[in-house]
């Protein structure tokens, strides 16, 4: 007799702390399992309570809520012919654990709680939980008095490591962080001969992490032969990450099912049908496989009259592999940050979306993800089979019970406005690219000028002080220069405040737009802001991407949307801040860079933020690092190696104050600076760095020798600081 299985999972967009919302989720993707005949679910890490609900876990309510949740369920599928897990926290003997419950027939089957917590860049897990630690152990759990007759014994139910026998199949299971820890919970339940290993998780994007997180399953299930179910949770359920959904199950190393990486429909089940004889046959052509498996400790295990088999002829037709999809760099950029903004918008329930639209790189990136977003509610919306609930959102949002749009302008033009704030700096080519990108995505644009305000404030300014400062340009000194470029950038962001409210009232609406941030993560990291102007917002949807990844996204948009009027002109102008005096003092033009400014290119300071965060380099191991790189991808001198690195860090240090201020940004890349969640560090720092510096020099005179035809003198004491340019 073949011995079939016919499995599902799932990807839900839940939401932390709306245990309502989420509750309903997992019923109607119950309910989609049972449509499409499935006889097991697979639910995402913690989908009861939302994945990001952090020191909400150390209230007793979170915990009662999701026990009362967990009782509704199994009140409404008792009747089901389903096998499901659902991830939730769970106590036991006053232990908080991150756990996977089996049910089946209005029973909870096993509590399998997570053995390997993730503590790693977002994640803090033991901050809230426990680890399971005693492998292969079970143990008897009381359950809470709401629980308690859904027992599979009295009042108890096991809870520990144990696996699930069924009448042809067995299931083993382990949670998100297992896979990537060095000894996976997957090795030793291959081994005990398991045929079918689930994976609950909680994996928020980063780019290309999809191909890294396929590889692991890919290996899990191909390593001794074996089905291995993935799932994910999809959007943002409150907070900076955001999931990336991309469910998948696999079998001896090849693909059967994936979920959709990014979309706005908000339950996803794909189910398939497995031969689980073919785990059999390749499992038996692994000889020392079999020989450590008749070694191995064994497993407890949950016996369950149950069978996988599926009851429709229909539903017995066996699954063909298929090819992974993975979206480019500049696709995920598109897509990751958009589905985020639309999850927030329609959560927060606010009218849209206010940007300042400056006519440079990082601001048109922005706009350019909103008009995504537009793009991929029209193509959701346009099919016209998917979830309904996108529409019923968008019309709630724009107040028209029968609006159905006919385009991405057609959302943007209802969603979405932008402002170019001019002042005297400003040029006549970065107002007209503005007006063409707002052209071309179809949205409300005005442009005002905030001459008055800054006017106002220099007045202040000068009756405090007794005397009017000056540009640099035209005489006066850094620090002149740089509290009169502040003066304009934080007049933007308090007008962009005051026309995200007023704008919509000036219409009949009552709502107010959500004013949308554009620093990206290089300024951040370099401090090259102004505190408390256009990048203080209340998100940031480009906050955790490079300036050389916006770059390829803009350059994607002009492909993909046909933005080539608006952003090639973009693209080919060096980006500026457009805050100091377009000519001197002698009338000749002058032109201001970001890079000049900065010190430093953006591509170096990518550099440097990789090695900072991801390498865990101080300033010797940076140098160290970069002597042996840039001497011969660049031929530069160790001289100017060490000056380069010496003046990152002295404007990290100088800056890093402004990261506690930082806007909630969408979190994409590994070497965010953001002090909030991700990179905890100091923010006051001894910005000569004496100790390290000095160590820098020893270390620069010991490569010299290796280095010959790029040794110079090293610099004297006098030459030891970089400029130090503050930017407050």
């Given amino acids: 007799m073949v011995r079939l299985a016919r499995i599902a999972t799932c990807c839900l967009n839940q939401w932390a702390m709306d245990f309502e919302s989420n509750r309903l989720h997992i019923l109607e993707s119950l309910q989609k399992c049972v449509q499409q005949g499935a006889k097991y679910r697979l639910g995402a890490e913690l989908e009861v309570s939302g994945y990001g609900c952090e020191d909400h876990f150390l209230e007793h309510d979170s915990m009662q809520h999701g026990y009362e949740v967990l009782a509704w369920l199994l009140d409404q599928t008792t009747d089901m012919d389903l096998l499901y897990s659902v991830g939730m926290a769970f106590e036991h003997r006053r232990v908080l654990y991150n756990c996977q419950v089996f049910v089946l027939h209005g029973k909870i089957v096993l509590i399998r709680p997570k053995m390997a917590l993730a503590e790693n860049g977002n994640y803090r897990e033991s901050r ?5 630690s005693k492998r292969m152990t079970v143990e008897e759990c009381r359950l809470p008095a709401v629980l308690q007759k859904y027992a599979t014994n009295g009042i108890c139910s096991p809870i520990g490591d144990a696996v699930v026998h069924l009448r042809e ?10 896979l990537w820890s060095a000894r996976p919970s997957n090795l030793s339940m291959w081994l005990n ?13 980063n780019i290309g992490k999809l191909n890294a997180r396929f590889q692991r399953v890919q290996d899990a299930s191909s390593r001794c032969g074996g089905v291995y179910m993935y799932t994910n949770h999809k959007g943002c359920d409150g907070g900076r990450i955001s999931f990336d959904g991309a469910a998948m199950i696999t079998m001896n190393g090849e693909l059967f099912a994936q979920a959709a990486q990014f979309g706005v429909e908000e339950v996803e089940v794909i189910t398939v049908t497995l031969d689980l004889d073919d785990v059999v046959s390749l499992t038996g052509s692994c000889r020392s496989s079999l020989v450590q498996g008749d070694a191995a400790p064994r497993y407890p295990i949950i016996r369950v009259d149950f069978s996988l088999v599926p009851d429709l002829p229909a539903n017995c037709v066996v699954s063909l592999p298929i090819t992974p999809f993975f979206c480019s760099r500049e696709e995920e950029i598109a897509r990751g940050p958009a589905v985020w903004l639309w999850d927030y918008l329609r959560r927060s329930s606010q009218g849209g979306f206010f940007l300042p639209l400056s006519g440079g790189v990082d601001s ?5 993800v909103v008009y995504s977003m537009c793009h991929i509610l029209h193509e959701h919306i346009s099919k016209g089979t998917g979830d309904p609930r996108p529409l019923e959102d968008l019309r709630r949002l724009v107040k028209e019970a029968d609006f159905t749009p006919s385009c991405p302008q057609d959302i943007a033009g209802r969603l979405f406005q932008t402002c170019y704030m001019a002042t005297k700096n400003s040029s006549s080519e970065t107002r007209e690219r503005a007006e063409c990108l707002a ?3 179809g949205n409300r644009h005005s442009v005002v000028n905030v001459d008055g305000i800054v006017q106002a404030l220099l007045d202040v300014a000068t009756e405090s002080c007794g005397k009017e400062p000056q540009f640099k340009a035209n005489g006066g000194t850094q620090q002149e220069d740089l509290a009169l470029q502040n003066m304009q950038a934080r007049s933007r962001m308090v007008t962009g405040y005051a026309l995200a409210q007023l704008l919509p009232w000036s219409r009949g609406s009552s709502s107010s737009l959500l004013v949308l941030g554009s620093a990206n993560v290089d300024e951040a990291l370099r401090g090259y802001y102004t505190k408390y102007d256009c990048s203080s917002a209340d998100i940031n949807p480009i906050g955790g991407v490079s300036k050389t990844d916006l770059r390829l996204f803009l350059a994607y948009c002009v492909r993909q949307f046909n933005f080539g009027e608006a952003l090639n002109p973009i693209l080919s102008a060096r980006p500026t801040a457009e805050l100091q005096p377009l000519t001197d003092k002698s009338g000749a033009a002058r032109a201001q860079t970001d890079e000049e400014d900065m010190g430093m290119s953006y591509e170096e300071l990518g550099v440097f933020g990789r090695l900072r965060k991801l390498e865990s380099c101080g300033p010797v191991t940076m140098f160290r690092k970069l002597a042996n790189l840039w001497t011969r991808e660049r031929g530069l001198s160790l001289d100017t190696i060490a000056r380069k690195v010496q003046y990152f860090f002295t404007q990290y240090a100088i800056n890093r104050h402004k990261m506690t201020v930082l806007t909630p940004a969408y979190h994409v890349e590994g070497y965010s600076p953001d002090d909030n969640r991700f990179d905890l560090r100091q923010f006051l720092y001894n910005v000569r760095w004496p100790f390290q510096f000095a160590a820098m020099k020893r270390a620069q005179r010991e ?6 035809d790029n040794a110079s003198t090293a610099p004297t004491d006098d ?3 970089p400029p ?3 930017s407050r």
Avoid: M
């Fill in 128 to 132: 809230w939980f426990t680890a399971w």
């Fill in 169 to 178: 199949a067995s299931i083993g299971a382990e949670i998100c962080e297992e």
């Fill in 193 to 205: 001969g398991i045929d079918i290993v689930t994976n609950c998780s909680g994996s928020h994007h």
């Fill in 364 to 368: 048109a990136s922005v706009a350019c």
């Fill in 439 to 441: 052209r071309l995505i």
């Fill in 703 to 708: 490569l010299e020798p290796q280095y010959p």
């Fill in 719 to 721: 030459e030891d600081e």
């Fill in 724 to 726: 130090r340019k503050r």
